[in-house]
């Protein structure tokens, strides 16, 4: 996977701390999601790691478990 990263439009360009992101798509909503707005999660994959987000708001703030925790959480939510 080759991941895409974007510095943050507050960085300059003379070396100060700066904040680079990268895309974690494609994302995937759960498939027993429905388009009647309810509560949906979307995960993303990154090598070694999973990304969950807020379907109505994907630009908001992102989760980043590996995939173990991740794995630990479902089986938790399972329950």
Known sequence: MTLTWRKSSH???LGGNCVEVADLGPWRKS???DDQGGACI???ALPG???MRDSKDPDGPKVVLSRGDF???VNVLKG
């Open 11 to 13: 960085s300059d360009n």
């Open 31 to 33: 498939r027993r999601s």
């Open 42 to 44: 979307e995960v993303g």
């Open 49 to 51: 790691m999973v990304g």
């Open 71 to 73: 794995a630990a959480l």
